[in-house]
């Protein structure tokens, strides 16, 4: 399946499976043991190219290691993501809805969130129980009340995004 990301700024959540238990060095955050599972890491695309050209570096596994979730890519299997363009970073709100799930759990403190300046523990997370379609619903209702706070009249729709797929 061939898929049109938009080329406009945005936030973004990778769904990743692990099909077992994993030790792994990230940069300069040190080593880690990620669970089995089901994790979530939630980014923003706000420089050229947009939503478009990261998630295809990152689905397309293309380039060096640049960011933390780089280091964990090779070794995860990329299940779905959830994208939305909007004006502003959604990624500190995404992951404060997401950490506050039953069963959210931080695997990698510090990973995806050496910029973060809203006190995140990461924006990578790792979920005892995942229920996809709950998680799709939470995303979205925190996009809505940060739509209606700024005001914005049009209110933008978090696209999901599952299966496999090649990029250009």
């Given amino acids: 399946m061939s898929i049109l990301l938009p080329s406009e700024p945005g936030t973004y959540a990778l769904h990743l499976h692990l099909s077992k238990p994993l030790h792994q060095e990230i940069g300069r955050l040190g080593r880690f043991l990620f669970p089995a599972g089901e994790l979530i890491y939630v980014g923003s695309a706000f420089g050229p190219g947009g939503l478009r050209a990261r998630l295809g570096r990152h689905l397309n596994r293309a380039g060096g290691r640049r960011w933390h979730i780089d280091y964990l ?96």
Avoid: M, Y
């Fill in 73 to 168: 890519l090779p070794s995860a299997r990329l299940v779905g993501f959830w994208v939305i363009t909007f004006p502003s970073r959604l990624e500190c709100r995404w992951v404060a809805t997401l950490v506050a799930l039953p069963g959210a759990s931080c695997p990698a403190r510090g990973l995806g969130s050496s910029d973060c300046h809203h006190g995140c523990p990461a924006h990578l997370l790792a979920f005892s129980g995942f229920d996809q379609h709950a998680i799709g619903e939470r995303l979205e209702q925190s996009l809505q009340e940060v739509a209606q706070q700024q005001q914005i009249c049009e209110t933008p729709v978090t696209r999901t995004i599952w299966g496999h797929w090649d990029l250009p």
